[in-house]
């Protein structure tokens, strides 16, 4: 158990919905980082938070946004969703440079 | 741009074979490169972090090793229990993290 927590474990959605994924970070982690992995991608970087501040930007669309509430966790919003959305979306968090991944968010978009 | 080449793609051992996965890697301005382990539907878990040139981490049966253009991941006397995919990732001066698409080790017994 890596101490990050995210919610849900599972979403099925309709094509065109917004869902929000959450995550919380390990006590003490102000950063946290947003992947996600898909069978044909690989594990590709989203965005990452440093204590509620947009600290770097990797492959987000624009239909995807997130943020880092006071309390350090962190929420992913993806809208207008597509079939090629489904995939594993995994939040990590980090006090220095060793990030620690949590179990991660299966989104299915039917 | 960035990029991260992992090598091979699969790779299957005997319990007790030795091997090393590599890890190729173009980077403007390395920041540090890491190797982590991931069972099947599970997140990464991490493993070590590389910062320079000749620089060495060694961890149980795993080894690291960083140049300038690649890392090795020396897996000495696997067991079954290693079996995993083994990704490499670099985070460029701007914090960007580019991760390779792995190598699936089997061990067998």
């Known amino acids: 158990d890596s101490g990050v927590t995210q919610t849900p474990k599972h979403l099925i959605t309709a094509t065109g919905q917004r869902v929000t994924l959450r995550c919380s970070p390990r006590?003490?982690?102000?950063?946290v980082y947003w992947y996600q992995q898909s069978l044909d991608q690989g594990l590709q970087f989203l965005i990452q938070y440093y204590n509620g501040e947009e600290r770097a930007k990797g492959n987000i669309l624009e239909r995807f946004s997130a943020q880092q509430f006071p309390d350090l966790h962190s929420e992913l919003n993806l809208s207008s969703l597509e079939l090629g959305d489904s995939a594993l979306y995994f939040c990590a968090s980090s006090f220095d440079n060793e990030q620690f991944f949590g179990p991660g968010t299966r989104l299915t978009v039917l | 741009e960035d990029q991260v080449t992992q090598s091979p793609e699969a790779l299957r051992l005997q319990e007790g074979e030795s091997s090393s996965l590599n890890c190729s890697y173009t980077v403007s301005g390395l920041r540090g490169l890491f190797w982590y382990r991931q069972d099947p539907g599970k997140g990464p878990e991490f493993l070590f972090t590389?910062?320079?040139a000749g620089e060495e981490k060694e961890k149980e049966r795993l080894k690291a090793t960083l140049t300038k253009k690649e890392s090795f991941l020396h897996i000495t006397a696997p067991k079954p229990e290693d079996s995993a995919t083994y990704l490499c990732?670099?985070?460029?001066?701007?914090?960007?993290?580019?991760f390779g698409a792995g190598t699936r080790l089997t061990v067998k017994p």
């Open positions: 590389l910062y320079s």
């Open positions: 006590s003490g982690d102000l950063s």
């Open positions: 990732a670099v985070q460029a001066r701007n914090n960007d993290m580019r």
